[in-house]
């Protein structure tokens, strides 16, 4: 008797702690997956069928199949954001990476009493605020009384205090991603700074044996062994363009014209001012599905270098 | 298990001893204070256009001890914006402030708002802010203060020039020309925001072509349309010529007051809400005045044409109808000479109220004078395309824009958003 009653009490004790486990696992889940659940997934489900209504958010919803993607892709605004978060995509990588390449490869090899000091000024203009950084920008771009228009105006330089910076199409864009580079460029100096240090020393003394220092040595040992994060860079700025919102809006409000108008800022002015929740919907799931597109990008990258590399 | 129920029994019985005493020996309640809760533009502090918000919550409060007012100041544009999106989600405050017009319009038919047109028509008021706040013949709300658009022109530069305010467009364009030969920029704008042209426009369509607007709203007439494109026109070649300055699309609406206040610009077409600070010593040393905008010869608009909107304006939503007669009483004080009188600028629609300054009293004689007053088109047009129409005006400043082609553009999105041309 005891001896077939032994394992059944084992293998229900077994069984009661296998159940508590499942149950400890799930509460601890239940409440990030409510969450998730709640203020991410239905929002995007919900966006996604909003894009198929005309809807002013107030009114009743009419189905209207397509016609929100269709018109989207006949609207200027819409053209022009998406023409723009693209050029800011491909400037971003072709200025600000490098330049942050350029930074954090100076910060690591030339140590001194400046270094420390310097990578907090340079990661500083990453922690502040985008309002504050756009207050900034329009204090130092303002036609009438910034700082280049009146040092302009003092040294009797007529062609930089005639120079219209958010006010002319052509120079608009690159005032706002002027400060932009300066705001974003913290984060990928202090990335790479980490990368860098992570080259073993091993290398860098068989370079020096070999003569290959400074430059040469940033050129021919460390940017080969920066590829893998180089292009997550890429990919991180690619997807951060598209979701482009609060310094252009609140620096030019995507203006003069469209000269500065995001993604975002199109998605915002479709359902906020102008009451077209279908049409804003349909720019979010643009915007989506070219995040989503870039992040597989990035994850296959990772898959195939391995994150550690 | 019988335990457990006797110990049920006693609880129950106690906690209905309990409660039953409880309810013979109480007193009688002290009234509960009715919350209005209340969304607003601007922080209640003691600045010039502040003035007026700060005096109806204190003055409301101290006056009504039985309501407990809680004011909250969302800015512009997040009053707007988050009125919006709680509308969406019909989670409203029972107050909020507005311009009225076609937005309040929007939220009046989607059964938002509390119609309180027989509560209203006791309060005395002027009827350009009582059509402001209402819609489809009922209304909604009060506009205690009610801005008209005109032209601010600096006296002190006419007078040292030599120059008078004109009356005519044609004279108008002299005194532009007389201006920039002397390095004066005749008009200040503030392009960059987008809205603040459409002041300036809106006056040369009426001028060109009288009530082109109410057609064009009617859809009888198009937004493409000869009033309108010929309106463009002279704008454009305004522009071109200087007469908004060397970087328009540059400078905010901020940067336009600066030019103002500093006399760097001459005229300034806008509403009268910046009576108060043209007005105010500390805030320009310039002797600024107000004036009804020109006539064209051989066009149809009269100086007493008028483009006004609610300055200052307030509704009631569903989440006051059970709070009806405190939210009367609410818009009856802020519809009182007491509040409306610690505005130093705005042109009050208060019977009663004398004007607070010589700047106001000018823009209160042009506005007494107005024989039709038309409301801002980007609030009484639909809300799908005031942005764009918007846009579409600061296209004029862009060189070598087509300001035919923009305007077509723009009356087929009309067409697409509020139907097409009636035949």
């Known amino acids: 008797m005891s001896n077939h009653s032994q394992p059944t009490i084992g293998s229900a004790i077994r069984k009661k702690t296998e159940w508590d486990r499942k149950i400890f696992v799930a509460a601890c889940i239940f409440p990030a997956l409510l969450f998730l659940g709640l203020f991410m997934y239905y929002p995007i489900v919900e966006t996604f069928r909003l894009s198929f209504m005309k809807s002013s958010g107030l009114g009743p919803e009419i189905f209207v199949g397509l016609d929100n993607y269709t018109r989207l892709f006949k609207d200027p605004e819409f053209l022009a954001g998406l023409k723009n978060v693209f050029a800011w995509a491909f400037w971003s990588i072709i200025i600000q990476i ?37 207050m900034l920008g329009k204090f130092i771009f303002s036609p009438t009384n910034g700082i280049l228009n009146s040092l ?19 120079l608009a864009f690159w005032s706002v991603f002027t400060i932009a580079t300066w705001t974003y460029t913290g984060f990928p100096i202090i990335y790479l700074m980490a990368r860098i240090e992570q080259i073993s020393k091993d290398i860098k003394e068989a370079a020096e044996l070999d003569g290959v ?29 598209l979701k482009l919102f609060d310094l252009p809006y609140m620096m030019t409000t995507g203006g003069p014209g469209y000269a500065t108008v995001t993604l975002g800022i199109t998605l915002y002015r479709h359902g906020f001012i102008n009451w077209q929740y279908g049409k804003a919907s349909a720019i979010g799931v643009v915007i989506f599905l070219l995040s989503l597109a870039f992040t597989i990008i990035q994850f296959s990258w990772q898959h195939k270098k391995g994150d550690g590399q | 298990m019988k ?11 106690v906690t209905t001893m309990v409660f039953a005493q409880g309810d013979k020996g109480a007193v009688a309640p002290v009234a509960e204070k009715t919350k209005l ?87 005395p008021g002027s009827d350009a802010a009582r059509n402001a706040m209402s819609w489809k013949g009922k209304t909604y709300g009060v506009a205690p203060f009610f801005a008209i658009a005109g032209i601010f022109a600096n006296e002190g530069i006419f007078k040292a020039q030599g120059l008078t305010v004109p009356t005519t467009v044609s004279e108008m364009e002299k005194v532009c020309d007389a201006l920039l030969a002397k390095g004066i920029i005749p008009f200040a ?26 057609k064009a709203q009617a859809r009888t007439l198009g937004f493409d349309s000869t009033a309108f494109i010929e309106a463009a026109k002279i704008y454009q070649k305004w522009v071109e010529k200087g007469y908004f300055g060397p970087k328009p699309l540059g400078e905010a609406y901020g940067d336009a007051q600066q030019l103002m206040a500093t006399g760097k610009a001459a005229m300034h077409v806008t509403g009268s809400w910046m009576c108060a600070q043209y007005a ?9 005045g107000f004036y009804a905008f020109p006539v064209i010869s051989g066009g149809v608009g009269q100086t007493t044409d008028v483009m006004g909107m609610t300055d200052i304006g307030f509704f009631a939503t569903q989440t006051a109808a059970s709070k009806k007669e405190a939210v009367v009483r609410f818009f009856k004080y802020a519809m009182s000479v007491e509040a409306c009188g610690a505005e130093p600028g705005r042109i009050c629609s208060v019977p009663g109220v004398k004007a607070p300054s010589a700047l106001t009293g000018m823009a209160s004689a042009v506005f007494s004078k107005a024989k039709t007053v038309q409301f801002w088109w980007d609030q009484d047009l639909a809300p799908a395309v005031t942005s764009p129409l918007n846009d579409t005006i600061q296209t004029f400043f862009l060189p070598k824009a087509d300001v035919k082609a923009e305007l077509v553009k723009f009356e087929a999105l009309v067409a697409e958003n509020m139907g097409v041309i009636k035949k």
């Open chain 2, 280 to 288: 105010n010593k500390e805030f320009t040393d310039q002797t600024i």
């Open chain 1, 98 to 134: 490098p330049l942050a390449f350029y930074i954090a490869f100076s910060l690591t090899f030339y140590v001194n009493r400046f270094t420390k000091p310097l990578r907090i000024i340079y990661y500083l203009a990453n922690v502040l605020p985008s309002a504050i950084t756009a």
């Open chain 2, 3 to 13: 335990k457990f129920a006797i110990l049920c029994l006693l609880f129950i019985l």
């Open chain 1, 213 to 241: 220092t400074g430059w040469k040595y940033a050129f021919y040992i460390v940017l080969p062994n920066l590829t893998y994060p180089l292009t997550i860079l890429a990919v991180l700025c690619t997807i951060g363009s």
């Open chain 2, 189 to 214: 704008c503030g392009a960059k925001d987008k809205w603040p042209p459409l002041a300036m426009y809106m006056y040369l369509v009426n001028r060109v072509g009288g009530n082109a607007f109410d």
């Open chain 1, 152 to 170: 302009g105006t003092t040294l009797g330089w007529n062609w930089l205090s005639d120079l219209d910076f958010l006010g002319n199409q052509s």
């Open chain 2, 37 to 123: 809760t209340i969304w607003g533009r601007d922080i209640p502090d003691t600045s010039a256009d502040h003035m007026y918000v700060k005096s109806l919550i204190e003055g409301f409060q101290a006056a009504n001890p039985d309501i407990e007012l809680e004011y909250i100041a969302l800015g512009d544009p997040g009053l707007a914006d988050k009125t919006k999106i709680a509308m969406v989600a019909n989670q409203v405050p029972e107050i909020i402030q507005s311009w009225g017009g076609s937005v309040m319009g929007g939220y009046a038919d989607a059964g938002r708002l509390l119609d309180l047109t027989a509560e209203m028509a006791t309060i």
